[in-house]
């Protein structure tokens, strides 16, 4: 009797396995089949059905998921039958089979059983052979018309699936070049035309299978024959292109009876965490969802997905850890400590390690054994420590424990000679090592008792903490070692702390009060050690760096001259200010946390009184102090950053600014304040970081000097600037001149001096000199005012008033259009007489380009020209018969006559049918056009569906 072909494939495939895997024993050989048997063949009644009884193997032993090769017979055919791995099968029967799936020619599948009409226009001549190929085959063939005797070549599966013809009888011109190509009607393939379609469509549809087209997008029901419940929706087009049906249920996406995780692992659905999984399995064998498992053997809990359990075999890690430790505990062969590690085996401890030997025990095994070595020093630890790359030997000898050879009291004699004989216990010298981390206690020759860590005394050579000052004890506090520094202890600050419980020594700080009661911090040793004292009472008045950092900022943004430390006197009292500008009347005050800490009342008194004499105060507050003033700036604990902080006070300066009077001069210098201020912003870093810190290390802000003021050679009689100038003299700057005053200069000295508007109160330099003369300018702010003014019926309003007419009325302030020249660069704002839009421009702008106006009124007309057609080129004039489908209601005032044929505007179109349907002109206009969705044609053509294709 012939071997079969499953027998021949195994016979073939054990010739190509090694020679000791030959021959294996039948119950061996039946475990090695596939992976371990948890649903078999007998399992799933398709595969089933298909198994042959001629194989080797009973069905109940074949695993679904096997590689094993075997035989099958398909219930479609009788001659398929084929052979086939049972993971194939179990995955997709129908590609499977190489009959049904087309690979492989059959009586199901030939061309001349299924379409005889075809075959008969087989062309035996070219093709060599009558027609017996698979009908659904992409190779090309010759064909003959049985009409016209026409030969032509193209695919089988395009004549077949696609119905084509003779392209000679569709009436296209050069057939004979076409290769095959039919530009006639295709007919319709219809659902009951597929097999494999025709089985599955469901009779519950409204449309039987002969009317419904194979290709269709319209949703269909459709019944596997795999099981009862796989019944499911899906498109026609998806069916036919998908020779497995599409089936979601076959393909594990969605639950069925034959793919559920309790029907195929039974022995999986068993370990499934009911009560962390909120109900019973109820998912896919195949899912990639994570769930919890409870394992059988020690109930661990733990989280994986169903997949991972399913196909790749997972099980209970920590049973999987307890397995492969005591597999790896138990030598290999060769893998044995003696066979290893020869050296390491022969310190094995002989006794306490009874009854296990060294050829007992895995090399690289965690389990700890006792060992002994050479030096008779006995221990524990695991063989895998030893026989590892970093092999650990005996602790004792490395110094790691303890040993009578490497003892405190063998290896450092002098400093075991101070071991505190009670303190300790029962611990000796003799018992801790040289780098032990356990603390001791100890006796220096001074009889001071203290603690500290052996390493300590060893390595780093301290010695006695009462000796050297680093605990209190003994006599060595600061009221015994120096009493004048402990009388300037401050009690309250320092409390609950007292001077006779810190040391001299020490990095600790702590407060002092001198006798002038200045309060400050410093540590004991820095006042013994170093002989410092009070600082203020040395040093005098002190600058912070942030104070000098935003002194050198504002001196670059300000259009004024900016002081540092200055005094300004106010009708009650002198105050002495940080930084000061008298020409915009603004003073900024630095106010540390430690030096303003209690002088929250005096700050607000000062800031009262200069903001009521006419000044803008601004307080950069250092945190945790608290707001003083309306425009105050609140800061980082810490040094603040010089850039940010500069921002911030600037931004408060603008806003006083804008709050100040008409007459202030920081609200008429507000435009170059805010030009200053844009562009500090836009650099995005300080500009003068540097020069302060140099100022700050010249020591000219630490220790100020008095600044001395030489004086001039006073005039003489009768020709000082008071007598003969009276009226300049009184712009005399009464501030920034120092001590001199009118009377103290000539009226002809060609030297520079500051001078106060009495108009503005704006403060400006120049010589004086320059003032007395004949054609002096005075004020440049009045003298740029008065030149900005327009003559008389030259303004905007005169010359122009219909631009004028668009001059908003408020957002211009007290500005108006009689103040300003029509060639004035400066910025306004405008109000449109047609839609109201306010923009802003600049007056010159609009002069120079008229017809310029507002902006949205311009992008509408720009807008309305770009739409509108030109005469003869709308889309009533160029396309009359998509203009009648125009909708009369529905696109408003809009007409056929008001667009462009190319126009990407949607509009709303009404067929001859009463249809209304909404595309853009441009559809309805191109060379390949659109028409009506419903009624599908041409309105030239009187051709019409013959059936429907179910769109």
């Known amino acids: 009797m012939a071997a079969t072909t499953s027998e021949r494939l195994i016979a073939t495939s054990d010739k190509s ?6 021959g294996i024993a039948p119950a061996v050989k039946q475990a090695r089949i596939g992976r371990p048997l948890e649903v078999s063949v007998v399992d799933v009644p398709r595969m089933l059905a298909r198994y042959e009884t001629s194989n080797e193997f009973a069905p109940s032993e074949i695993g679904v998921q096997s590689a094993k090769v075997c035989d099958w017979r398909c219930p479609a055919g009788a001659d398929h039958s084929y052979v ?57 063939a010759w064909w003959r018309c049985a009409t016209c005797d026409h030969r032509w070549s193209t695919r089988i599966s395009r004549r077949t699936r696609e119905g084509t013809g003779c392209p000679k009888c569709a009436g296209i011109k050069n057939a004979a070049r076409m290769s095959g190509t039919s530009w006639g009607r295709k007919p319709m393939t219809t659902i009951a035309d597929v097999p494999h379609m025709a089985v599955r469509y469901s009779p519950e549809n409204e449309l039987p299978a002969d009317q419904v087209a194979a290709r269709s997008t319209t949703v269909r029901k459709w019944q596997c024959p795999e099981g009862a419940d796989h019944v499911y929706e899906t498109r026609p087009a998806t069916v036919f292109n998908i020779a497995s049906s599409g089936c979601p249920f076959c393909a594990r996406r ?155 009291a063998v290896r450092y004699p002098e400093i075991a000679k101070e071991w505190h004989p009670t303190l300790n216990g029962a611990l000796t010298p003799e018992m801790v090592m040289p780098s032990t981390g356990k603390k001791i206690w100890w006796r220096c020759s001074a009889g001071h008792d203290y603690e500290s860590l052996p390493g300590n ?33 401050d009690v309250k600050k320092n409390h609950p702390i007292k001077p006779d419980e810190v040391t001299a020594g020490g990095t600790a700080k702590y407060w002092w009060l ?111 102090l608290q707001m003083v003033g309306r425009w105050d700036v609140l800061c980082e604990k810490k040094d603040p950053d010089v850039f940010t902080m500069t921002v911030q006070v600037l931004g408060r300066i603008l806003e006083a600014a804008e709050a100040a009077t008409d007459g202030h001069p920081a609200k008429k210098g507000l435009d170059v304040l805010r030009m200053s201020a844009r562009a500090y912003e836009k650099g995005g870093a300080a500009q003068a970081l540097d020069a302060a810190k140099v100022a700050l290390a010249d020591g000219r802000i630490n220790r100020p000097r008095p600044i001395s003021v030489r004086l001039p050679r006073p005039p003489k009689p009768g020709q000082s600037l008071a007598e003969k100038s009276p009226m300049t003299a009184a712009e005399w700057h009464p501030e920034l001149n120092g001590p001199l005053t009118a009377l103290d200069v000539a009226n002809g000295r ?9 108009l503005c109160d704006g403060a400006w330099e120049a010589n004086v000199n320059g003032r007395t003369r004949v054609h002096s300018v005075g004020c440049p702010d009045c003298a740029r005012k008065r030149s900005s003014l327009p003559r008389q019926g030259q303004s905007l309003a005169d010359l122009h008033p219909e631009i004028a007419a668009e001059w908003h009325p408020a957002r211009n302030y007290t500005l108006l259009p009689g103040d300003v ?21 600049a007056i010159s702008t609009r002069m120079k380009h008229k017809n310029v106006g507002c902006p949205t009124c311009g992008w509408a007309r720009r807008g309305v020209g770009h739409a509108r057609p030109k005469p003869g080129q709308a889309l009533a004039d160029l396309f009359p018969e998509v203009a009648e489908q ?45 028409w009506c969705p419903s009624c599908r044609k041409n309105p030239d053509s009187n051709m019409t569906p013959m059936f429907d294709l179910d769109f």
């Open 750 to 758: 060609n030297s520079k001096a500051w001078w106060l508007c009495s």
């Open 457 to 489: 005394r060893t390595k780093n050579g301290n010695g006695c903490a009462y000796c050297a000052g680093l605990q209190v004890g003994y006599g060595n506090d600061l009221v015994s070692m120096a009493p004048e520094v402990a009388s300037q202890w």
């Open 84 to 140: 086939a791995k049972a993971e194939s099968v179990f995955k997709s029967p129908l590609s499977a089979c190489p009959f049904c799936s087309g690979r492989k020619l059959s009586i199901t599948n030939r061309l001349d059983v299924l379409y005889p009409e075809i075959a008969s226009e087989w062309d035996v001549d070219l093709n060599d052979g009558p027609p017996a190929v698979v009908s659904t085959s992409s190779k090309s």
């Open 254 to 408: 969605e639950l069925s009876v034959t793919n559920s995780l309790t029907r195929l692992h039974p022995e999986l659905a068993a370990e499934w965490d009911t009560a962390r999984n909120g109900g019973p399995p109820s998912l896919v064998a195949t899912s990639a969802q994570a769930v919890w498992w409870r394992c059988a053997s020690c109930s661990h809990s733990w989280e994986t997905t169903v997949r991972h359990r399913a196909l790749e075999r997972g099980s209970c890690p920590q049973c999987s850890r307890r397995g492969r430790a005591s597999k790896a505990a138990q030598p290999r062969p060769g893998r044995s400590l003696v066979e290893v590690a020869p050296s390491v085996a022969a310190s094995w401890h002989p006794t306490k390690n009874a009854p296990l030997g060294p050829e007992d025990v895995a090399a690289m095994s965690n389990t700890s054994r006792w060992w002994l070595c050479d030096y008779g020093h006995e221990w524990e630890t695991a063989p895998a420590h030893r026989s590892s790359k970093r092999r650990s030997g005996c602790p004792f000898c490395t110094g790691r424990r303890v040993s009578t050879e490497s003892s405190l």
């Open 17 to 22: 396995k090694p020679r000791h895997s030959r």
């Open 886 to 930: 125009w909708h009369p209601t529905k696109n408003g005032s809009l007409r056929p006559g008001d667009v462009k044929p190319r126009s990407n505007k949607h509009i709303w179109w009404l067929c001859k049918e009463d249809h209304e349907w909404r595309t853009s002109i441009d559809c309805r206009t191109r060379s390949r056009p659109t």
């Open 821 to 841: 020249k029509p060639g004035s660069n400066q910025r306004v704002w405008w109000r449109c007489s047609l839609c109201d839009n306010e923009w802003e421009t």
């Open 514 to 624: 001198c006798v002038q009661g200045h309060s400050w911090e410093t540590t004991a040793t820095s006042r013994v050690r170093l002989a410092t004292g009070c600082p203020q009472c040395w040093s005098g008045w002190r600058r912070s760096l942030p104070e000098i950092a935003l002194q050198y900022e504002l001196e670059r943004l300000l259009p004024f001259p900016v002081f540092g430390d200055s005094e300004v006197r106010t009708p009650t009292e002198a105050w002495h200010v940080d930084v000061l500008c008298t020409g915009l009347r603004i003073i900024v005050e630095y106010d540390g946390s430690y030096w303003h800490r209690d002088g929250l009342q005096r700050d607000l008194r000062k800031t009262q009184d200069l903001m009521s004499a006419g000044w803008i105060v601004i307080r950069v507050r250092q945190a945790p």
